[in-house]
């Protein structure tokens, strides 16, 4: 399984933007997808996640409400929608899969490249 992240880029506050993954190879129901994300000198924290067949979700708590998770199957695509950005958001944000249920370590079995996102105020 390869993912490949994109949609980062500059934005100010109070913006929105949309990441995508895009998932390469065999991926089925029992996969969890997620969003992490690592801003400078911090761990990487989970923000979302979401089981691939049954779409059930999981978001940090501090971000629920402004950002949203969702796969397109047909597309083999997850996306993270973010709204009314802040620059606390400013970070890279990676893509994971992992085999089982949603985890909130980075307990994950595949990563994709991150990309960034900056928020200016």
């Known amino acids: 399984v390869q993912l490949q992240a994109y949609g980062g880029g500059l934005v100010q506050a109070g913006g929105s933007l949309r990441l995508s993954c895009a998932v390469s190879g065999p991926i089925f129901s029992g996969y969890s997808m997620a969003w992490f994300r690592q801003a400078p000198g911090k761990e990487r924290d989970l923000v979302a996640a979401i089981k691939w067949g049954e779409g059930g979700t999981y978001y940090a708590d501090s971000l629920k409400g402004r950002f949203t998770i969702s796969r397109d199957i047909a597309k083999n695509t997850v996306y993270l929608q973010m709204n009314n950005l802040e620059p606390e958001d400013t970070a890279v944000y990676y893509c994971?899969?992992?085999?089982?249920?949603?985890?909130?370590?980075?307990?994950?079995?595949?990563w994709g490249k991150g990309t960034l996102v900056t928020v200016s105020s």
């Open positions: 994971a899969a992992r085999i089982g249920r949603i985890v909130i370590a980075t307990r994950y079995d595949y």
